[in-house]
């Protein structure tokens, strides 16, 4: 299936394989490790689509309009998302999974966060010690440490400092301090590896601490979109068989999933 593409489509992004009977754009905000079914050799073969996947950043759904993109990938409550769907520009979001966000603990660990049950112990557990934790104003971790200060009651004290610090700087910040914080796992481990951070993650499996992550299709401008392989890419990435090889996902260092499958909260 050849679909007709303009010179300047996806030119910076670098093909993972090399089947050419259709090509098929997908562009997902932010930055990943080996993401879960990476487009998904299975797919190609299956279909004669070749994927290319781009990391982009918050104008995704802009580069989608101007037919960068056959279906874009990112966090559902993202508020772009949702405009380029009330304008009618893509279809309706589908759910493919959850990323984690995960507590960054010191060389230590002085409040036995490793060990806390949930979240909300470990929160409880570093309020108790008075441990420093450095609050991270990402607007998503951000949302989960106020739910889990208010969980645990509202405490006060020295030990929560917020200097409005956001991403890396707020991981640093705890390290220098020999603290806490919390971050997306995977910015964090693109941290570690690229720079180096004295901060170990743990993940809990909470909801409180997973986002979900959807793909929409491009609808428009017609001519520059495939839409009809966008939507067998999605409804691959959707499909049970897919949605197991997600769960099943590991990084190094981490034996336990690190994305959780989503595909269930779609009409099935």
Do not use: K
């Amino acid at each position: 299936m050849q679909v007709p593409l303009p010179a300047n489509r996806c030119e910076s992004q670098q093909p993972a394989f090399s089947l050419v009977e259709g090509h098929l754009c997908v562009n997902r905000r932010g930055p990943g490790i080996n993401q879960p079914a990476r487009s998904g050799s299975d797919f190609e073969e299956a279909s004669g689509y070749t994927v290319t996947v781009t990391n982009a950043g918050p104008d995704i759904f802009d580069q989608a309009r101007h037919g960068n993109a056959d279906l874009v990938m990112a966090h559902l409550g993202f508020t772009p998302l949702h405009d380029f769907v009330r304008t009618f520009r893509g279809e309706w979001p589908a759910t493919v999974f959850s990323n984690t966000v995960a507590f960054l603990i010191p060389p230590g660990d002085p409040a036995g966060v490793r060990d806390a049950a949930d979240p909300v112990e470990a929160f409880e557990l570093i309020a108790e010690h008075e441990a420093p934790f450095v609050v991270n104003n990402l607007g998503e971790t951000l949302y989960i440490t106020d739910t889990l200060w208010n969980a645990v009651g509202r405490p006060d004290g020295e030990w929560l400092i917020d200097l409005g610090q956001s991403g890396a700087p707020a991981v640093r910040e705890a390290e220098r301090r020999g603290g806490y914080t919390i971050w997306g796992l995977h910015p964090f481990l693109n941290l570690r590896q690229q720079q180096g951070v004295d901060l170990e993650p743990v993940v809990y499996h909470d909801s409180l601490m997973q986002r979900v992550i959807a793909t929409v299709v491009v609808r428009r401008p017609r001519l520059l979109v495939n839409e009809e392989g966008a939507l067998a890419l999605q409804e691959y990435l959707t499909q049970p068989a897919t949605q197991a090889q997600i769960r099943s996902f590991r990084v190094p260092g981490i034996d336990e999933p690190v994305f959780w499958p989503a595909g269930n909260q779609n009409d099935n």
